[in-house]
């Protein structure tokens, strides 16, 4: 088989790396594959197998036209053309999608030139909400429903892809139904239950869906009893971590900061990925470092910490909660999206009511002082060997038309 993969990213961010993973367990299966992607590759992918179609400018320009007249995904019509090109020399038998709404990409030329390829399967991976909404790609924060029927006076249009000016909701919800509804050869792919049920209620309910759970490198991140002296954090301490590639309100940012006004010293927050305009304004209790691509690093300091802290308050099946639970750190998180579906068979951690800040520190000083003891016996079905082995049947059944 030949499997085209498309994203914004490679070997960066959550997506980027999962694209990464698939590509290396792909061509471990004996069968050949691509990646089209923006302009950012952080992978040691060989170059043969990698093809860029949008440049810095580009994307930059993307950005401008979507942020004043909210047409993230709408713009690009150069740079799809590229993609298409690549597509008829590289005649793939699957074309996996994993997420088209990084200013990169015109979903309208692509997805009206695909409906003419039937003898294309299309796998299209919901890494957000995105592909069935007229904006947003969540909208829980808002408590919105309105994608179940027909956006319009978007509640978040100035959340990620954000819309400083107009609000287009209505009208990319309407040509997102008919894109989508006109495609034939395509099947999508849930991280997460969440996302699913989701789907389920959407537009896009008259397509076939399978949930198959993101993956992580269990090679880098396992228990690592590593120095993490330069980074001053405390080890004697009762260390929360929290991890994310872009702190944000949604991630939330805010819960830290409230949470960092009523620990004493017993306590140390430690938070990664922050910019540095945010570490200058950070409370003195919080350490706060800058966002690592690596993981050797990023594993000692999850394994350093007590418990991992993911008080997100938007989120599809998030993989820090993962790496936090493959090197032995329990996890405790809200009960938002497909965040505490990877609690639903294991004693990895807790889920507790949103800023419930006293149910937090109780189950971190019992972690510390072994009151509760994990069973982390069970870490290997996070592994990112299991997750492509599952895309891979998946990639077999529906070129065989099984």
């Known amino acids: 088989m030949k499997i085209l993969i498309i994203h914004r990213d490679v070997g960066t961010g959550s997506v980027g790396k999962i694209v990464e993973d698939l590509y290396y367990g792909i061509k471990k299966s004996g069968n050949d594959c691509k990646i089209a992607y923006g302009y950012i590759n952080k992978s ?54 994993h997420g088209l709404y990084g200013y990169w990409i015109d979903i309208v030329t692509l997805y009206d030139y695909l409906s003419k390829k039937p003898k294309i399967k299309i796998i299209n991976t919901l890494h957000s909400c995105w592909d069935f909404t007229g904006h947003c790609c969540y909208f829980t924060k808002a408590n919105c429903s309105k994608w179940q029927k027909h956006c319009r006076r978007c509640p978040e249009k100035k959340s990620y892809p954000c819309s400083l000016i107009f609000d287009n909701s209505f009208n990319n919800y309407e040509v997102k139904k008919q894109l989508f509804c006109s495609m034939k050869n395509m099947l999508f792919v849930a991280p997460s239950q969440w996302i699913e049920n989701c789907f389920r209620k959407s537009f896009l309910n008259q ?166 003891i994990p069973d982390f016996g069970n870490v290997h079905k996070l592994s990112n060997n299991v997750m492509t082995q599952k895309y891979i049947q998946l990639y077999e059944s529906i070129s065989t038309g099984d």
């Open 44 to 97: 040691k992918i060989p170059e043969e197998d990698l093809i860029s179609v949008c440049n810095k400018y580009e994307h930059i320009f993307h950005i401008a036209y979507a942020t004043m007249l909210d047409r993230a995904g709408f713009f690009g019509r150069k740079q799809t053309q590229k993609l298409i090109k690549l597509i008829c020399e590289y005649d793939p038998d699957i074309i996996h999608v």
């Open 207 to 372: 397509f076939d869906v399978k949930v198959i759970n993101n993956g992580i490198d269990l090679m880098s991140f396992d228990a690592k009893k590593k120095d993490v002296s330069k980074y001053k954090i405390d080890t004697q301490k009762i260390v929360i971590l929290g991890v994310a590639s872009c702190w944000e309100d949604r991630k939330g940012l805010n819960d830290f900061l409230e949470l960092s006004k009523i620990i004493n010293d017993e306590y140390q927050i430690v938070l990664v990925g922050l910019n540095n305009h945010q570490i200058k304004k950070i409370p003195s209790n919080i350490i706060g470092i800058t966002r690592t691509e690596n993981k050797n690093d990023l594993a000692a300091i999850y394994s350093c910490a007590t418990i991992f802290f993911n008080p997100t308050y938007e989120d599809n099946y998030p993989t820090v909660n993962l790496e936090a639970i493959a090197c032995h750190t329990p996890i405790v998180t809200y009960n938002t999206g497909g965040s505490p579906e990877i609690l639903n068979d294991e004693n990895w951690g807790i889920v507790i009511p949103n800023r419930d800040f006293a149910a937090l520190l109780d189950y971190a000083k019992k972690i510390y002082k072994k009151k509760i």
